[in-house]
C-alpha cells in the first residue's frame, strides 16, 4: 500500500498535530511500534481515522517519538498532496514528584543473566495480586505494545513467597525490574530487611529498580521503608499506565543505546 510517511520526531503529551490535505484521506498519529506493523501490514492502533475536514487536528496522547501516515486505502482518489505541522500544547501543570525515572540513564549498565531457555527481558514487573488488574497487566499490555520484552509473574506473588527471591531472580534477568508497591504490597507480610537489602543492592548498582506507587502515599511508603520513599518513583495518583510506559520505554531504550 502506497503512504505518505511524516517522521515527527519527539513530540510532547498535549501538542496539536495539524494535516492539511488535498482531498480526504486517511490519516494516522502511531507511535515507533504501531508505525513498524502498519508498514509491514500487521495489526496496528493508531490516533485518527478519514479525514474528511482540512486541516484536521490529532491531540497527541502522550509525550515520545510518533509518526503520522497519510494513505487513500477504500477511497476513489488517486493521490493526495499533505503538509503536518505540529503546534505545542500548553505546559504542564505544576505537580510534586519523585524526579525523572531518566536518572536511571546515568546508571551503568547491568549483566544480564539468561534463564534457564536462555532468554532475558527488557522489565520484569513485580506486583501483589490485588494490584494484577488495574496496574500489573496494562502496564505490560502497554510495555509490550512499545516493543518491549516483558517478564510478568503470571502465577502473581502470594503470601509466603519470599519478595527478596522473585525480585532477585526478575532483575537478574531482566533490565529493569518494576515493583508495584501498594498497602497489599506491604500487607503479604514480608520482612522489612528484604526490602531494604533489594533497594540496598540497588544503591549499589547491582540491579535497577523502578519502584510504581499506587494508591500510597509517600508518607505510607516511608513508614515501611525510609529508604523505599527517598527512590526514584513513579504514582499512579500523578500519572497514567500510558505515560509511565513511555517514559519506562524510553529509559529501556536509551540504556540499550548506551
Known amino acids: 500500500m502506497n503512504f505518505l510517511k511524516y517522521d515527527l ?3 510532547e503529551k498535549g501538542s496539536t498535530v495539524v494535516v ?6 486517511n490519516v494516522r498519529l502511531m507511535d515507533s511500534t504501531n508505525f513498524s506493523n502498519y508498514r509491514n501490514g500487521r ?3 493508531y490516533y485518527g481515522g478519514l479525514a474528511q475536514v482540512s486541516p484536521s487536528r490529532i491531540v497527541v496522547p502522550s509525550t515520545g517519538h510518533w509518526y503520522v501516515t497519510v494513505d487513500l486505502a477504500g477511497l476513489r482518489a488517486s493521490n493526495v498532496r499533505a503538509s503536518v505541522n505540529v503546534e505545542p500544547g500548553a505546559l504542564r ?3 510534586s514528584a519523585n524526579g525523572s ?4 540513564r546515568s546508571e551503568p549498565p547491568v549483566r544480564l543473566t539468561p534463564d534457564e531457555s536462555g532468554q532475558t527481558w527488557d522489565v520484569f514487573i513485580s506486583h ?9 497487566l496494562p502496564l505490560y499490555e502497554a510495555l509490550t505494545a512499545r516493543g518491549l520484552q516483558v517478564w510478568l509473574d503470571k502465577g502473581e506473588l502470594r503470601i509466603g513467597d519470599s519478595l527478596r527471591r522473585k525480585i532477585d531472580y ?5 533490565s529493569f525490574g518494576v515493583v508495584v508497591f501498594s498497602k497489599s504490597f506491604f500487607a503479604k507480610g514480608w520482612p522489612q530487611y528484604e526490602l531494604d537489602g533489594i533497594v540496598g543492592l540497588s544503591v549499589a548498582g547491582k540491579q535497577r529498580m523502578l519502584p510504581i506507587w499506587h494508591e500510597i502515599s509517600k508518607d505510607e511508603v516511608a513508614s515501611q521503608s525510609p ?9 499512579t495518583a500523578t500519572s497514567t499506565i500510558a505515560e509511565i510506559a513511555d517514559e519506562i520505554a524510553e529509559v529501556v531504550r536509551d540504556a540499550d543505546a548506551a
Do not use: N
Open 101 to 104: 525515572l531518566a536518572g536511571i
Open 43 to 45: 495489526q496496528h492502533h
Open 128 to 136: 501483589a495480586g490485588e494490584d494484577k488488574a488495574s496496574v500489573a
Open 93 to 95: 501543570p505544576l505537580r
Open 170 to 174: 526478575g532483575l537478574a534477568h531482566s
Open 20 to 25: 492539511t490535505l488535498s482531498t480526504g484521506a
Open 9 to 11: 520526531g519527539r513530540v
Open 227 to 235: 529508604s523505599l520513599a527517598d527512590k526514584i518513583a513513579r504514582t
